[in-house]
């Protein structure tokens, strides 16, 4: 089991930024993949972006394409998320995931509270 750690939430304008980070201990070294995941208020939890551990390919949600940067620290086993232009329809929860080579995101942190005030 990975353990994650979400941290840099917070209040910040339209337009503004942000970086997320989430740490990572346990067994880090069975990790493929870790991602960003996010739910709004009454919406149900939607994916954002994710990173492949070992060789750094990406993929994000059109939503966040071009705005959104994830990267990742494999020496600190911490995954981030830049977050750029920021919109009201951004304002959530945001949880980092990992998974191993098999399955589904199966480990997740607590999540972090994005707010983007209009």
């Known amino acids: 089991q990975v353990q994650l750690v979400e941290s840099g939430g917070g209040l910040v304008q339209a337009g503004g930024s942000l970086r997320l980070s989430c740490a990572a201990s346990?067994?880090?070294?069975?990790?493929?993949?870790m991602g960003w995941f996010r739910q709004a208020p009454g919406k149900e939890r939607e994916f954002v972006t994710a990173?492949?551990?070992?060789?750094?390919?990406?993929r994000y949600a059109d939503s966040v394409k071009d705005r959104f940067t994830i990267s990742r620290d494999n020496a600190k086993n911490t995954m981030y998320l830049q977050m750029n232009s920021l919109k009201p329809e951004d304002t959530a929860v945001y949880y980092c995931a990992a998974r191993t080579i098999v399955g589904n995101f199966g480990s997740w942190g607590q999540g972090t509270q994005v707010i983007v005030s209009s």
């Open positions: 346990g067994r880090t070294f069975s990790t493929y993949e």
């Open positions: 990173i492949y551990w070992r060789g750094g390919s990406t």
